[in-house]
C-alpha cells in the first residue's frame, strides 16, 4: 500500500476501529429492517413480525390473524430482501470500481450497465412484453453495454487502459441513452411512455417473491467473487506498473472484477430500475468508518448499502399519498450525504 493511502487509512481508522465501524453498519441495517416490517398502511408490530418468522421456521401456524402474515411474507418480506440485496450490490459494486479506476467520483453505470439496462427494458415495454422478458432484457442489456465498453477498450487500449475503458464507458453510455430517447419518442404516450418513465425513476412496489431468486443468485455470486478477490483490489489501486511488479496479471485480474462487478449491477438495475447514488454515496460513508482497505471496505460497504436503500424504500412508500420512485429519493438524500463528505474528506485519499 503506497505511503499517502496508508496515512489516509490510519487517520479514517483513527476517527472509529474496523470491527466497530462494521459493527456499527450492522446494527443500522437490523434497525431499519425493523422499521421497514413495522411501519405503512398496515401497521404491524414488531412482536407480530417475530411470531410470523418463528411460525416459519418452525412450521408451525402463526398466533397473528391472516392479513398480518400476507403483509409480513408476502409484501414487506420480499421487498426488503430486494432492497437489502440491491442496496448492497451496488454499493459493492461502487467500492470496486472506485479502487480499480482510482477515482472516488466512479459509480457502478461508470461502463454503462444502468444505460444497457434501461434501453433493454424499455425495449420490452415497447415490444409490450411480460414482466419478467423485460427484467430479462435489462439483465442481457446491461452485460452487453459492458462487454461491448471492454471489447472497445481491449481494441484501442495501449498505455492505458483504465481511462480508455472510462472513456469507452462514457461513449456507449451515451450511445445507449439515445436508443432510450428513441424508443422512448416511438412510445405509445398513454400506455407505454408512462411505464417506461416510471421503471426508469426505480422502484421496488411490484417485488415479489419469486423476483427474490432471479436477483439474489447474480447479486451473491458478484459479490462473492470481489470478497475473494479483495486483497488484490487494494493492489489494483496502486499504479500499473507498481502493481504487474507485484506479481498480478492486471489484465485478468480487471476482467474479473469488472464482470463481478457488472453482474450484481445489471441484476439490479433489472430488479429495480435505475437507482443512482448509492453505489457513488455509500463507499465513502463505509470509507469513512473503517478505512480504504477493500477487506474491510467491501463487507461494510454492502451493510451500510443495504441499511441505506432499505431505510430510501421505507421513505419512499411511507412519506407521501403515493409511492415516490427511488432514483428521486436518492438524489435527495444523497446530494447532501456526499457534499458533506466532500467538505471533510481526506486530500491525498488514493
Given at each position: 500500500?503506497?505511503?499517502?493511502?496508508?496515512?489516509?487509512?490510519?487517520?479514517?481508522?483513527?476517527?472509529?476501529?474496523?470491527?466497530?465501524?462494521?459493527?456499527?453498519?450492522?446494527?443500522?441495517?437490523?434497525?431499519?429492517?425493523?422499521?421497514?416490517?413495522?411501519?405503512?398502511?398496515?401497521?404491524?408490530?414488531?412482536?407480530?413480525?417475530?411470531?410470523?418468522?418463528?411460525?416459519?421456521?418452525?412450521?408451525?401456524?402463526?398466533?397473528?390473524?391472516?392479513?398480518?402474515?400476507?403483509?409480513?411474507?408476502?409484501?414487506?418480506?420480499?421487498?426488503?430482501?430486494?432492497?437489502?440485496?440491491?442496496?448492497?450490490?451496488?454499493?459493492?459494486?461502487?467500492?470496486?470500481?472506485?479502487?480499480?479506476?482510482?477515482?472516488?467520483?466512479v459509480s457502478p453505470d461508470i461502463l454503462g450497465?444502468?444505460?444497457?439496462?434501461?434501453?433493454?427494458?424499455?425495449?420490452?415495454?415497447?415490444?409490450?412484453l411480460g414482466v419478467l422478458a423485460i427484467e430479462?432484457?435489462?439483465?442481457?442489456?446491461?452485460?452487453?453495454?459492458?462487454?461491448?465498453?471492454?471489447?472497445?477498450?481491449?481494441?484501442?487500449?495501449?498505455?492505458?487502459?483504465?481511462?480508455?475503458?472510462?472513456?469507452?464507458?462514457?461513449?456507449?453510455?451515451?450511445?445507449?441513452?439515445?436508443?432510450?430517447?428513441?424508443?422512448?419518442?416511438?412510445?405509445?404516450?398513454?400506455?407505454?411512455?408512462?411505464?417506461?418513465?416510471?421503471?426508469?425513476?426505480?422502484?421496488?412496489?411490484?417485488?415479489?417473491?419469486?423476483?427474490?431468486?432471479?436477483?439474489?443468485?447474480?447479486?451473491?455470486?458478484?459479490?462473492?467473487?470481489?470478497?475473494?478477490?479483495?486483497?488484490?483490489?487494494?493492489?489494483?489501486?496502486?499504479?500499473?506498473?507498481?502493481?504487474?511488479?507485484?506479481?498480478?496479471?492486471?489484465?485478468?485480474?480487471?476482467?474479473?472484477?469488472?464482470?463481478?462487478?457488472?453482474?450484481?449491477?445489471?441484476?439490479?438495475?433489472?430488479?429495480?430500475?435505475?437507482?443512482?447514488?448509492?453505489?457513488?454515496?455509500?463507499?465513502?460513508?463505509?470509507?469513512?468508518?473503517?478505512?480504504?482497505?477493500?477487506?474491510?471496505?467491501?463487507?461494510?460497504?454492502?451493510?451500510?448499502?443495504?441499511?441505506?436503500?432499505?431505510?430510501?424504500?421505507?421513505?419512499?412508500?411511507?412519506?407521501?399519498?403515493?409511492?415516490?420512485?427511488?432514483?428521486?429519493?436518492?438524489?435527495?438524500?444523497?446530494?447532501?450525504?456526499?457534499?458533506?463528505?466532500?467538505?471533510?474528506?481526506?486530500?491525498?485519499?488514493?
Amino acid at each position: 500500500m503506497s505511503g499517502p493511502e496508508a496515512r489516509a487509512e490510519s487517520r479514517l481508522g483513527a476517527r472509529i476501529g474496523a470491527g466497530a465501524g462494521t459493527a456499527l453498519a450492522l446494527g443500522l441495517l437490523l434497525l431499519a429492517v425493523a422499521v421497514a416490517f413495522g411501519v405503512g398502511r398496515f401497521p404491524v408490530g414488531l412482536g407480530e413480525v417475530a411470531q410470523v418468522l418463528l411460525a416459519k421456521l418452525t412450521g408451525r401456524p402463526a398466533a397473528v390473524p391472516p392479513a398480518v402474515e400476507a403483509v409480513v411474507m408476502q409484501i414487506r418480506g420480499p421487498r426488503i430482501l430486494a432492497a437489502i440485496l440491491i442496496g448492497a450490490a451496488l454499493s459493492v459494486a461502487g467500492a470496486a470500481f472506485q479502487g480499480l479506476f482510482r477515482n472516488p467520483l466512479v459509480s457502478p453505470d461508470i461502463l454503462g450497465a444502468s444505460s444497457g439496462a434501461a434501453f433493454g427494458a424499455v425495449l420490452g415495454i415497447w415490444l409490450s412484453l411480460g414482466v419478467l422478458a423485460i427484467e430479462a432484457l435489462a439483465f442481457a442489456g446491461g452485460l452487453a453495454a459492458v462487454a461491448a465498453v471492454y471489447l472497445v477498450g481491449a481494441t484501442l487500449a495501449r498505455r492505458d487502459p483504465v481511462l480508455v475503458l472510462v472513456l469507452a464507458g462514457v461513449v456507449i453510455g451515451s450511445l445507449l441513452g439515445a436508443g432510450v430517447g428513441l424508443v422512448k419518442y416511438l412510445a405509445d404516450p398513454y400506455n407505454q411512455l408512462p411505464a417506461m418513465t416510471f421503471w426508469l425513476l426505480g422502484s421496488l412496489s411490484a417485488t415479489h417473491a419469486l423476483d427474490l431468486a432471479a436477483l439474489a443468485l447474480p447479486v451473491v455470486l458478484g459479490t462473492a467473487v470481489l470478497l475473494l478477490l479483495r486483497w488484490r483490489l487494494d493492489a489494483l489501486s496502486l499504479p500499473e506498473e507498481e502493481a504487474r511488479a507485484l506479481g498480478l496479471a492486471t489484465g485478468p485480474l480487471r476482467l474479473a472484477i469488472v464482470a463481478a462487478a457488472t453482474l450484481v449491477t445489471a441484476a439490479s438495475v433489472a430488479a429495480a430500475g435505475i437507482v443512482g447514488w448509492v453505489g457513488l454515496v455509500v463507499p465513502h460513508l463505509a470509507r469513512f468508518l473503517v478505512g480504504p482497505g477493500f477487506a474491510r471496505l467491501i463487507p461494510t460497504a454492502a451493510l451500510l448499502g443495504a441499511g441505506y436503500l432499505l431505510v430510501i424504500d421505507t421513505l419512499a412508500r411511507t412519506i407521501a399519498p403515493v409511492e415516490v420512485p427511488l432514483g428521486i429519493l436518492t438524489a435527495v438524500v444523497g446530494t447532501p450525504v456526499f457534499l458533506w463528505l466532500l467538505a471533510g474528506a481526506e486530500r491525498d485519499w488514493q
